[in-house]
């Protein structure tokens, strides 16, 4: 990872770089993800590339191979986090994007939501 791709003043590039602590969940070399601090579902986790990039509205075409690779280990991870199996079960992943898109870390992350409903939102 290059210096240009870590931000010291993002908080998830922190955590991602175990600056910050955080209840982890998987890691590899580009992809970090770890327990959201106030979880909205029983299971409610963030999965963010180690990368900095600050939302979806700067993806680049390079990034598809790394955001394809995220949203191919969600299912996986969701089930080791507890999310019961398709179809009563599942999952939701969320990527909130820009102010009014509801993103309040700018640092790109998928939420992935699971378990038994009623959640506390959404
Ligand atoms: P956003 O609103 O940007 O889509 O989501 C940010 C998420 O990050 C929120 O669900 C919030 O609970 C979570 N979050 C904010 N600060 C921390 C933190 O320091 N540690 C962890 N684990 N999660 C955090
Ligand atoms: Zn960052």
């Not at 909205?40 to 590339?49: I, K, Q, S, Y």
């Not at 680049?60 to 199996?85: F, I, S, T, V, W």
Request: hydrophobic share 40%; aromatic share 8%.
């Amino acid at each position: 990872m290059h210096n240009h791709d870590y931000d010291a003043n993002c908080l998830f590039c922190r955590i991602a770089k175990g600056e910050i602590p955080s209840r982890k969940v998987y890691e590899d070399e580009e992809v970090f993800a770890f327990h959201d601090i106030n979880p909205a579902a029983p299971v409610h986790f963030l999965m963010v590339p180690k990368k900095h990039i600050a939302s979806m509205a700067q993806v680049q075409a390079e990034d598809a191979p790394l955001l394809g690779r995220m949203m191919a280990l969600a299912p996986r991870l969701a089930l080791e986090q507890g999310c019961n199996p398709y179809p009563d079960g599942g999952f939701r992943i969320v990527v909130n994007t820009g102010a009014e898109g509801g993103q309040e870390v700018h640092h790109l992350h998928l939420h992935v939501m699971g378990g038994p409903r009623p959640w506390l939102k959404g």
